[in-house]
């Protein structure tokens, strides 16, 4: 048995109980977020079993931190960025401002310090970037202006939140009630940390636009995928790690803007493509790790200071976003969606309970209480995204679109061709001439924006959600066409086409006959394979060259 095996063991186990509960989560019809969080506490510290290490948990879950900004700031473009700073930027300011009163106000009547009460109060301001993208991208709204909204009002919230981690060792002495205020003090590192972070900024958007996508199109040209590939994660990683060493810049927003600047090269689809699975993977740890962090027994301990810890975030919190985005008038779509992306905590929060710890500015239990506030409010957003709709009639919203085109599209007795590339444009051209009309899902933003040029109906998203389904009306459709070659994909398109549409008849495409198997028992009217429809072709034409 080899030594020094936590890496692999925190791997290993963190991934193999979090697809478990996962599952277990799914299968209860709750989101598979759960799950994840409770394998993190099953191999947390404080429940008996086997231990994982923490610390390394903690720095896996990073670098999943890590791919989703990138991956977020691949799809955001400057202009996106500079389109939303009027609310972005004050809205972020003044709801961290509200978010911290009312944590003084509860830390008050609690009878905790002012000092206690900041630190509190600030780990309660700032929302997780893992679950916001996460819910964004489950609802298919990251690119829309909502969507928008919130990453840009997330890239604020990083900078407000590097600041006070900068000032909060400068103020220890005086929040602690000893010592005095060292004004000079404050302003140099004040001045230090605006500084580095303009410098960055600055390398990135100058120095950075140019040289990544030029580093990427170089090795495109190589034709080696691995290459690609180790480009993409270098990038990400290479930078978000310099851009934190270096800057003192959080790794999230090196990240967020390495992928800006990767947006620039024609290769991003594909860098975005690469960096998925790792993704994927690493955001999970991010979860397990949250779930390894939290002591139950706070729950039986302070149950009435859980429950109002838990009200600021999700209630506190998402009323303060909802009113500020109205006072700026955007519709309650918009401020709804916004509001309830920020209706939970993470990253940032554990790191400012650390910090508080360390400074005695924070007891064990109000690091307790405020990692029982992240587990509560990670676990109940997604049910706060489901209530949208009833919101939305309940205030009397117009329920004015959030992006171009979210409502169905008006078809009856369409083609419906899920996937737009090489096979999926042969079979556009082959149904062109015929009388009923075709719509296409394509996940590719750009091929998507292409085919509205064209004149097709056309609904972006991933078509292996029930939601992207319905915008094309694949209920009312009289035939669906499946050309995307991810096997996976396929296979789960196949499962939520069936359940909208039972009679439709459904043409679907794979390398392999296990997955044809699998798609002609969930219900495929035909399911064409690859390799066995070129060698029929392949026979015919060479029993007609004999002939």
Not at 393 to 416: F, K, N, S, V
Not at 428 to 450: H, K, T, Y
């Amino acid at each position: 048995m080899p030594h020094h095996t936590e890496l692999i063991a925190a791997l290993a186990i963190g991934l193999t109980l979090a697809f478990f509960g996962g599952l277990l989560a799914t299968r209860l019809r709750l989101p598979p977020l759960v799950g994840y969080l409770l394998a993190g506490i099953a191999v947390g510290p404080f429940t008996p079993g086997f231990v994982a290490d923490a610390h390394i948990a903690a720095q896996l879950s990073e670098i999943g931190v890590i791919l989703l900004m990138f991956g977020v700031g691949l799809h955001f473009s400057i202009q996106d960025l500079l389109a939303v700073r009027r609310i972005a930027i004050p809205g972020a300011i003044v709801q961290i401002v509200v978010a911290t009163l009312l944590g003084l106000g509860a830390a008050h009547l609690w009878g905790w310090p002012p000092g206690q009460g900041l630190v509190f109060g600030l780990a309660l301001s700032v929302a997780s970037t893992v679950v916001l993208l996460r819910a964004l991208e489950e609802r298919g709204t990251l690119s829309t202006p909502s969507g928008q909204i919130a990453v840009g009002w997330l890239v604020v919230e990083d900078l407000v939140m590097v600041l006070a981690l900068v000032l909060l060792p400068a103020l220890a002495p005086l929040l602690q009630g000893g010592g005095t205020l060292d004004v000079s003090e404050i302003a140099l590192s004040l001045g230090v940390t605006l500084g580095k972070v303009a410098l960055f900024v600055a390398l990135m958007m100058i120095a950075g636009r140019r040289f990544v996508p030029w580093l990427l199109t170089r090795v495109a040209r190589l034709g080696s995928r691995e290459l690609f590939t180790l480009a993409v994660l270098g990038t990400a990683l290479g930078i978000a790690y310099g851009a934190g060493v270096l800057f003192d810049v959080s790794f999230a927003l090196g990240a967020f803007l390495a992928g800006v600047v990767a947006s620039e090269s024609k290769f991003s689809q594909q860098a975005a493509e690469d960096a998925l699975p790792f993704q994927d993977a690493f955001a999970v740890l991010f979860f397990v790790a949250v779930g390894m962090l939290f002591n139950p027994a706070v729950l039986l301990d302070a149950p009435l200071l859980v429950i109002g810890t838990a009200l600021i975030i999700m209630v506190g919190k998402t009323v303060a976003a909802f009113l500020i985005v109205r006072a700026l008038r955007y519709p309650a779509a918009t401020a709804l969606t916004v509001a309830f992306s920020l209706a939970q905590i993470g990253e940032f929060s554990f790191i400012l309970a650390t910090l508080g710890r360390d400074l005695n500015l924070l007891t064990a239990q109000g690091q307790n209480l405020i990692l029982a506030g992240a587990i509560i409010s990670i676990t109940l957003n997604p049910f706060l995204f489901r209530a949208i709709p009833t919101l939305q009639r309940w205030l009397g919203a117009d329920g004015t679109p959030d992006t171009p085109g979210p409502q169905p599209l008006p078809l009856r007795g369409h083609a419906l061709l899920i996937g737009y590339g090489r096979v999926g444009q042969l079979t556009a051209q082959a149904l062109a001439g015929q009388p009923a009309a075709l719509a296409v899902i394509e996940q590719d933003e750009s091929r998507a924006e292409l085919l509205r040029h064209q004149g097709l109906p056309v609904v972006q998203g991933d078509a292996s959600r029930p939601e992207t389904l319905r915008l094309a009306a694949a209920e009312h459709a009289s035939v669906v066409v499946i050309a995307t070659p991810d096997a996976i994909q396929t296979t789960l398109i196949m499962e939520q086409v069936r359940a909208l549409n039972p009679d439709v008849h459904v043409i679907a495409r794979t390398h392999d006959e296990h997955t044809r198997d699998a798609l002609s028992e969930l219900g495929a009217s035909e399911v064409l394979y690859g390799e066995h429809q070129l060698g029929l072709a392949m026979g015919e034409r060479a029993r007609a060259a004999l002939t």
